[in-house]
T-cell receptor
Framework: AQSVAQPEDQVNVAEGNPLTVKCTYS??????LFWYVQYPNRGLQFLLK??????LVKGSYGFEAEFNKSQTSFHLKKPSALVSDSALYFC????????????FGIGTKLQVIP | GAVVSQHPSRVICKSGTSVKIECRSL??????MFWYRQFPKQSLMLMAT?????????EQGVEKDKFLINHASLTLSTLTVASAHPEDSSFYIC??????????FGSGTRLTVV
């Protein structure tokens, strides 16, 4: 079985400061990892994904994430937070073997303080 | 890019009535559609997977007779909540594979049963 853990329910960061939203995963095969953002009463928007290649993945809106195989982590980062980044962030994983369903973490609420 | 159009965005219905939610893939063919339910402050729970031309696959614990899924064409999948009750009130989101590894989400439907 595959799983995703987002250990923080909420992350508060001051505008302009770097932000990190943590994610660890468990999967049998090679992981396909995703980050999505959700604004209130909206669907999920894709930020970035890791399939293979460079461990540092760059995505939308200045976000990036680092794949760490030994720590089974895929933390989301941004060098300088914006108030508009305040939203709910979901980490997700699927097994890279064949076509499999995606498992989501519980979500982390990011609050950027002006 | 790939877009999934989900309607309605909000619906309020009386207890005992049925509600249909539609998800259409725009500019691409979605042979598969995932249907999720999201409770407040919780992650997305996969309810079922619909496949064009065949019966949907339901996750354990999801009532097939309550949540009727039809995948009529390569661009349309529907979820009907039959005889809805207040406990069915939730946020429902559809998702289709919109790229080789990524997934495209609809904007979600907020269902309130009164």
């Amino acid at each position: 079985a595959q799983s995703v853990a987002q250990p923080e329910d909420q992350v508060n960061v001051a505008e302009g400061n770097p932000l990190t939203v943590k994610c660890t995963y468990s999967v049998s095969g090679n992981p396909y990892l995703f980050w999505y953002v959700q604004y209130p009463n909206r669907g999920l928007q894709f930020l970035l994904k890791y399939i293979t290649g460079d461990n540092l993945v760059k995505g939308s809106y200045g976000f990036e994430a680092e794949f760490n195989k030994s720590q089974t982590s895929f933390h989301l980062k941004k060098p300088s937070a914006l108030v508009s980044d305040s939203a709910l962030y979901f980490c997700a994983v699927r097994d890279g073997r064949g076509y499999q369903k995606v498992t989501f973490g519980i979500g982390t609420k990011l609050q950027v303080i002006p | 890019g790939a877009v999934v159009s989900q309607h309605p965005s909000r619906v309020i219905c009386k207890s005992g009535t049925s509600v249909k939610i539609e998800c259409r893939s725009l500019d691409f063919q979605a042979t598969t559609m995932f249907w999720y339910r999201q409770f407040p402050k919780q992650s997305l729970m996969l309810m079922a997977t619909s496949n064009e031309g065949s019966k949907a696959t339901y996750e354990q614990g999801v009532e097939k007779d309550k949540f009727l899924i039809n995948h009529a064409s390569l661009t349309l999948s529907t979820l009907t909540v039959a005889s809805a009750h207040p406990e069915d009130s939730s946020f429902y989101i559809c998702s289709a594979p919109g790229s080789p590894y990524g997934y495209t989400f609809g904007s979600g439907t907020r269902l309130t049963v009164v």
